[in-house]
């Protein structure tokens, strides 16, 4: 069935660093790629999304890459802060209102 | 906008019992969204309405989960009896039909059956 991938699991990064999430999905008619990010206690949070008709986009610190031959994409965080801890899903969509959850990745920014 | 409310934010109840968990989407919205959120399975999608119309429950996990969305503003999703391995953190998200494609989720309800 349709599956996402995510790697890693946890990423413990010093403050100012870099930060890299990667998403491989199954499903080659997935057209949509959204990234959430979810503190304690709350739900998910929309922080990024990219569209297949796009390789690449940015927000500010935060940036989305897209591999369709690969079937792959990876979230970007440069100079990370301590409040970009949290924990960060992808998602794969082909359209349909429903998404594939990726598994989480626990991001803690080191002060 | 308050964004989409759930209630309650924890519920603990006794095996065997009716729970039932309450969900406002946001004003608008036509597609609402029935996640649960476990350590060992994800976040896994239950069930979706489209215009207050079930549209795909192929998530739910038995017919002890029931979800109703009587109109625009309201939805609920039941559990009937409860058991333990229900336990889990519920969310109600919802979107609009056009526009981007994001969810907006609520603060979800922890549920407890002990």
């Known amino acids: 069935g349709e599956n996402v991938e995510q790697h890693p699991s946890t990423l413990s990064v010093q403050e100012g660093d870099s930060a890299v999430i990667k998403c491989t999905y199954s499903?080659?008619?997935?057209?949509?790629f959204p990234w959430y990010k979810q503190e304690l206690g709350k739900g998910p949070q929309l922080i990024i999304d990219?569209?297949?008709?796009?390789g690449e986009k940015k927000d500010q610190r935060i940036a989305v890459t897209l591999n369709k031959t690969a079937k792959h994409f990876s979230l970007h965080i440069t100079e990370t802060q301590p409040e970009d801890s949290a924990v960060y899903f992808c998602a794969a969509s082909r359209g349909t209102y429903k998404y594939i959850f990726g598994t989480g990745t626990r991001l803690k920014v080191l002060a | 906008d308050a964004g989409v409310i759930q209630s309650p934010r924890h519920e603990v109840t006794e095996m065997g019992q009716e729970v039932t968990l309450r969900c406002k989407p946001i004003s608008g919205h036509d597609y609402l969204f029935w996640y649960r959120q476990t350590m060992m399975r994800g976040l896994e999608l239950l069930i979706y309405f489209n215009n207050n119309v079930p549209i795909d429950d192929s998530g739910m996990p038995e017919d002890r989960f029931s979800a109703k969305m009587p109109n625009a503003s309201f939805s609920t999703l039941k559990i009937q009896p409860s058991e333990p391995r229900d336990s889990a953190v519920y969310f109600c998200?919802?979107?609009?039909?056009?526009?981007?494609?994001?969810?907006?989720f609520g603060s979800g309800t922890r549920l407890t059956v002990v």
């Open positions: 998200a919802s979107r609009a039909g056009t526009g981007n494609y994001g969810y907006t």
């Open positions: 990219i569209r297949s008709n796009v």
């Open positions: 499903d080659s008619a997935s057209n949509y």
